[in-house]
């Protein structure tokens, strides 16, 4: 059972465009979402994560928002630069279950920032 | 220099062998997990491990082992049991206390069947 759905699959933008992803969970229990960042050949890496007591997370040219009684949350990149071209993932866990940091991911989209 | 290795990068395997991809942390993290990664499928857990010498079965642990002997290794054995073994494999890990849960991934194992 998939429990975190991500769109779209891949994202074409211009240089200096917003880039936008989305995801939506169904696990009610999840408090912890996370958005890695990875490129060709290489693992991911963390890129912003929120906790659902916050409806919005900036860092920098990234945003996360996060709406709880819809249970999606999203990725925004602002001003979006050639070098951002990668691959996204959205995931979710569950803080303090046995299972430790279990991370459950989305299917990923693929970047494109043309200059 | 504090990180997580993968090894080999490029593995190729003819149909019927087993293979071990290896994973070692020198980050003192307790938890660590084997990921396989398909074209538009995401990222799937295999197995994972909090402490030595035990380990649970992810959402697709069918034709893989593992072992948890130490701390900072946990080696991937793909069978001949997997029936679609070709992949890009992932390890991570993550310290067990802390806030945050990130989970820090290596540069992967790329494994083709030939």
């Known amino acids: 059972q998939q429990q975190v759905k991500q769109s779209p699959q891949s994202l074409i933008v211009q240089k200096g465009g917003i880039s936008i992803i989305n995801c939506a969970y169904e696990?009610?229990?999840?408090?912890?979402f996370p958005w890695y960042q990875q490129f060709p050949g290489k693992g991911p890496a963390l890129l912003i994560a929120?906790?659902?007591?916050?409806s919005e997370k900036k860092e920098g040219r990234f945003t996360i928002s996060f709406n709880k009684s819809a249970k999606q949350f999203s990725l925004h990149i602002m001003d979006s630069q050639p070098g951002d071209s990668a691959t996204y993932f959205c995931?979710?866990?569950?803080?303090?279950?046995?299972?430790?940091?279990?991370?459950?991911f989305g299917e990923g989209t693929q970047l494109t920032v043309n200059p | 220099d504090g990180g997580i290795t993968q090894s080999p990068k490029y593995l190729f395997r003819k149909e019927g062998q087993n293979v071990t991809l290896s994973c070692e942390q020198n980050?003192?993290?307790?938890?660590m997990y084997w990921y396989r990664q398909d074209p538009g499928q995401g990222l799937r857990l295999i197995y994972y491990?909090?402490?030595?010498?035990?380990?649970q079965k992810g959402d697709i642990a069918e034709g893989y082992s593992v072992s948890r002997e130490k701390k900072e290794s946990f080696p991937l054995t793909v069978t001949s049991a997997q029936k679609n073994p070709t992949a890009f494999y992932l390890c991570?890990?993550?310290?067990?206390?802390?806030?945050?849960?990130?989970?820090?991934f290596g540069p992967g194992t790329r494994l083709t069947v030939l």
């Open positions: 980050l003192n993290h307790d938890a």
């Open positions: 491990s909090q402490i030595v010498n035990d380990f």
């Open positions: 995931a979710a866990s569950k803080e303090g279950e046995t299972s430790g940091s279990r991370l459950t």
């Open positions: 929120i906790r659902p007591d916050v």
């Open positions: 696990n009610t229990a999840f408090d912890y």
């Open positions: 991570a890990s993550t310290p067990l206390a802390g806030v945050g849960n990130e989970q820090f």
